[in-house]
């Protein structure tokens, strides 16, 4: 299926690894060019020369914190100088952090994923709308997340900015649908990217078990996070993003998207 991808320039956030590695790569498949940010250098051009060798027609990176005031824009000015535009926006950055319960939950916790998850999206859009509606339109996928509705006390935190972000992202799909800017929010469950597999295999090892089984034992406590026997793979939800950035996806806005193996309603 030809998604009306080729030529478009799609900025990618947190494209060193997980998510924004995955849909880097599937963007750089259906022929994008790519203007790709994140913290690690390292991590980043791997990512970028991966999306060479599948087909990316030009590929640019640049490191930064996008929970900074200045991060999004000193990244899309300088991704604007490259390309001339921005067609695509993908934001998939956050920190992620959980913790035994609300009470030690403090203030400075609640900063870090306020500006890690909220407003470094909020931050980038706020850079890139004006160049869309410059050029007439463009798309954009917030990634937030299945937790927002499943109510787990030790990742508050994490969770009330990614509901924030969902709910940001149905602001924006309302205020610039005349702009032809869509915007829509995926919500991935528990996915396999390489700090969750770290984070897992070795909470399985303090309990004495397998991944498949600490998997199980915390689908059981968690009431059924998903109905799926198995974490999802970072490119099934990269997936969904270049299909929701997609001409194909040309009526879907302001969506909340679930990709969780079930469960979610």
């Not at 996008?66 to 956050?94: C, Y």
């Amino acid at each position: 299926m030809d998604l009306g991808l080729h030529d478009k320039v799609a900025l990618v956030t947190g494209a060193g690894l997980g998510m924004g590695r995955a849909t880097a790569l599937v963007l750089a498949e259906e022929g994008s060019r790519l203007a790709l940010t994140s913290q690690t250098e390292a991590r980043l051009e791997k990512t970028a020369a991966d999306a060479a060798e599948r087909g990316a027609p030009d590929v640019a990176t640049w490191t930064a914190d996008l929970s900074t005031p200045d991060g999004a824009a000193r990244v899309v000015a300088a991704a604007r100088e490259r390309f001339g535009t921005v067609d695509v926006l993908v934001n998939t950055v956050g920190p992620y952090q959980r913790t035994t319960g609300i009470l030690e939950q403090d203030d400075e916790l609640w900063e870090e994923h306020l500006q890690g998850v909220l407003l470094s999206a909020v931050r980038m859009c706020r850079e890139v709308v004006p160049l869309m509606q410059a050029a007439g339109g463009g798309a954009i996928v917030n990634v937030s997340a299945m937790s927002i509705r499943h109510h787990i006390p030790a990742l508050a935190p994490y969770s009330a900015a990614k509901n924030a972000l969902a709910h940001f992202t149905k602001n924006l799909a309302r205020e610039f649908a005349s702009d032809g800017i869509r915007s829509n929010a995926v919500m991935p469950g528990m996915i396999a990217s390489e700090p969750v597999r770290e984070r897992m295999s070795k909470a399985a090892a303090e309990k004495g078990m397998s991944e498949a089984e600490y998997l199980e034992d915390a689908n059981r406590r968690y009431h059924g996070v998903t109905w799926a026997d198995r974490l999802g793979e970072p490119a099934e939800i990269a997936a969904v993003i270049a299909f929701l950035v997609s001409d194909r996806a040309s009526y879907v806005n302001g969506a909340w998207v679930n990709v969780d193996g079930g469960s979610s309603f």
